[in-house]
Every structure is written in structure tokens, then in C-alpha cells.
């Protein structure tokens, strides 16, 4: 059984559609197997909707590079961490 990355098609083509395909393989000038992959290449493209990027639909909605704060935040926010607490805790008393 083929693999999902190799498939053997057999198509039988009668009429007006035998004729199409005779003109594109000369007008093209490609093989049988070439025009059937282009044709399937420019199906999906056409009929299947692409899946949208997740960073292009965060950065679209706002979610990033739209917050406030230091431009190191993400590399640094132990360092910030740290402060907001030691402001928020200053008045504890830490035993030994």
C-alpha cells in the first residue's frame, strides 16, 4: 500500500474533458503526471482555506507588542519580580 507521500492515480477522461486535458499537455508541454500535480496544486489552493498564522492573529488583535512595560521584560522579569515584591513586602521582618 502506498504511503501517504506516494499515491498511483488511474483516471479514465472521456470527451470534452479528454480534449482539455490534451490541449494543456501540449499547450504546457508537460508531462501527464506534471499537469495532474499543477492542476491538484491550484485545487487546493483555491478550495481549502489556508491556516491563518497564530503570531499574525495575535499581533492583528493586539495581543502582541501591545502591552506596556520595560522592552526587556521578557528576558529580565526576575529582576522585576523581585523589585514588585521587595516594594510590596518591604515592611515584613525576615528571621533568620
Same mark, same amino acid.
Given at each position: 500500500?502506498? @504511503?501517504? $507521500?506516494?499515491?498511483?492515480?488511474?483516471?479514465?477522461? @472521456? +470527451?470534452?474533458?479528454?480534449?482539455? %486535458?490534451?490541449?494543456?499537455?501540449?499547450?504546457?508541454g508537460m508531462s501527464?503526471?506534471?499537469?495532474?500535480?499543477?492542476?491538484?496544486?491550484?485545487?487546493?489552493?483555491?478550495?481549502?482555506?489556508?491556516?491563518?498564522? $497564530?503570531?499574525?492573529?495575535? $499581533?492583528?488583535? +493586539? %495581543? /502582541?507588542?501591545?502591552?506596556?512595560g520595560p522592552e526587556?521584560?521578557?528576558?529580565?522579569?526576575?529582576?522585576?519580580?523581585?523589585? $514588585?515584591?521587595e516594594a510590596k513586602?518591604?515592611?515584613? /521582618?525576615?528571621?533568620?
Amino acid at each position: 500500500m502506498p @504511503t501517504p $507521500a506516494e499515491v498511483r492515480i488511474n483516471a479514465r477522461l @472521456t +470527451g470534452r474533458d479528454a480534449e482539455r %486535458f490534451s490541449q494543456l499537455l501540449e499547450r504546457e508541454g508537460m508531462s501527464a503526471s506534471e499537469l495532474l500535480r499543477a492542476a491538484l496544486r491550484e485545487y487546493h489552493a483555491r478550495h481549502l482555506p489556508a491556516v491563518p498564522d $497564530a503570531l499574525a492573529v495575535l $499581533a492583528r488583535h +493586539g %495581543f /502582541v507588542g501591545g502591552g506596556e512595560g520595560p522592552e526587556d521584560l521578557s528576558a529580565g522579569y526576575k529582576h522585576y519580580l523581585d523589585d $514588585a515584591l521587595e516594594a510590596k513586602h518591604r515592611w515584613r /521582618v525576615q528571621e533568620p
